[in-house]
């Protein structure tokens, strides 16, 4: 009996590992989105691809918000070349360049062997 149990258990969890199986959960560590805050603003929550406004002479503080217990390593872009202070790390600050628009990418390469994950902000800027 207990070795039925055990078995059905570890068949159980080897399906959640497949992603057609209702039992698995997507491990992206961009799954939550993004918080951003501007100037004395409260922070706002995200999610990946979405549209933020910002004024021309604002800056973002902007956190992924990440799988807890991981250390990945971070890069971010700008399309249209806004400043970024740390391209490489995972929390930076960001001034919009002059420009109609704008679309930040981050690419996140997790260190504990999840898949490497791509998010985004599409940002609007105002003069």
Known sequence: ???????????ILW???YQFSP?????NPLAHGFDVTV???EKVNIK???IITLGQSSMAVIVPLLLPGD????????QKG??????GSCETIYAPPAADYDVLRLSVRSSC??????GQIKISILP
């Open 1 to 11: 009996m207990m070795v039925g149990q055990t078995m059905l258990i570890c068949i």
């Open 15 to 17: 399906l959640g590992s």
């Open 23 to 27: 039992l698995y959960t997507n491990a």
């Open 39 to 41: 100037g004395d603003r």
């Open 48 to 50: 990946s691809g979405e």
């Open 71 to 78: 250390t990945p390593s971070c890069t971010w872009s700008s």
């Open 82 to 87: 806004g400043a970024l202070d740390d391209p």
């Open 113 to 118: 062997g999840l898949p490497n994950a791509v």
